[in-house]
């Protein structure tokens, strides 16, 4: 044995057994979302996972086709649109420092000035999609499309019912635009912000959905048609951003188990990324304290736990 476990190529079909038998052992963890009445309807039980190779492999398990809310695994799409389409400027309206904060937190915007911590609490989200829409004039319809392209996935779209949740139960949300309006960094009117926030966070898709689209940051930037959407230092920084600040306030206790940038939803998915290798998606709707997948965690940790393939 020479203790360094990393293979040249990875056996996805065997990992991916493997990470569904440790999804399994967390049967009954945790708890689906119901902050948003329109979640709450999800089956608990539920689990799948894919991974997408960047030669274009495609492989799945459980309910790996299976549509559900993607929730705040949108952010990583709303944000790599905004930078592709606006360049380093969206930097100056969010930072990119972890919050410590839950992601709905209104505290530290008022001793910050409204400018939000990052780009995947749900303030430094409604600052990226001010400006996608500033950028597109449809910043919802532009991560769909892009989803959409990516996916070879026509049918996908924003449930309305889950996005009328959204809105009906988004006090915090208006409160947190209102805010950061009041310190002049939103572009657009706070109703308009808030319908393509809420628009996108709706987005009903699958594992396979979202390794495919997601697959362009385990490609540096360049997406499956060869084409760039990104520069090469771009991608490296939305994936640094995603490891810091990816996973709500567990961020430090994904990257120890996981080791991987990823980005988590309370719809229970997360889409994480094997720079130069894949993209890989795991869900289970019950979560944990922070608001991650209890079972997409477990799968993800045993997939680089049993490949020894993480960013470290
Ligand atoms: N649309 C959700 C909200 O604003 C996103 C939550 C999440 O997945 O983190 O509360």
């Known amino acids: 044995m020479s203790g360094v476990p990393v293979e040249e190529s990875l056996d996805y079909r065997r990992l991916l057994d493997a990470a569904a038998a440790a999804a399994r052992a967390t049967t009954g963890q945790g708890r689906v979302a ?18 997408a190779t960047v030669d274009g492999e495609l492989y799945g398990v459980g309910d790996w086709e299976r549509p559900f809310s993607i929730q705040s695994v949108s952010k990583l799409f709303s944000l790599a649109l905004a930078l592709a389409h606006g360049g380093d400027g969206v930097w100056g309206g969010v930072g990119r420092e972890p919050s410590g904060n839950p992601f709905n937190s209104l505290v530290q915007l008022e001793t910050e000035h409204g400018i939000p911590r990052n780009p995947f609490i ?95 940051l385990a490609r540096y930037g360049v997406r499956a048609d060869g084409t760039r ?43 994480a990324i094997l720079p130069g290798r894949a993209a890989v998606c795991a869900w289970g709707p019950r979560l944990d304290q922070a608001g991650n997948s209890v079972a997409a965690v477990a799968a993800l940790d045993a997939l680089t736990t049993l490949s020894g393939c993480s960013i470290f």
């Open 229 to 271: 959407l990104m520069t090469r230092s771009e991608a490296k920084r939305v994936n640094a951003v995603l490891l810091t600040c990816g996973t709500y306030d567990a961020a430090g206790e994904f990257a120890f188990r996981v080791g991987l940038p990823g980005k988590s939803g309370v719809g229970g998915g997360i889409l």
């Open 34 to 51: 119901d902050y948003i009445p329109a979640l709450a309807a999800a089956d608990p039980e539920a689990f799948g996972m894919a991974v």
């Open 122 to 216: 749900n303030a430094g989200a409604l600052v990226v999609t001010d400006r996608l829409q500033s950028l597109t004039g449809d910043a919802a319809g532009a991560v769909r499309e892009f989803l959409r392209r990516e996916s070879g996935n026509p049918l996908l779209d924003t449930d309305p019912a889950v996005a009328a949740s959204e809105a009906e139960h988004g006090h915090r949300n208006a409160a947190l635009a209102h805010f950061i309006a009041s310190h002049g960094n939103l572009q657009n009117p706070v109703e308009t912000v808030l319908d393509h926030y809420y628009a996108h966070c709706a987005i009903a898709a699958s594992c396979r959905d979202l390794v495919l689209a997601g697959s362009f």
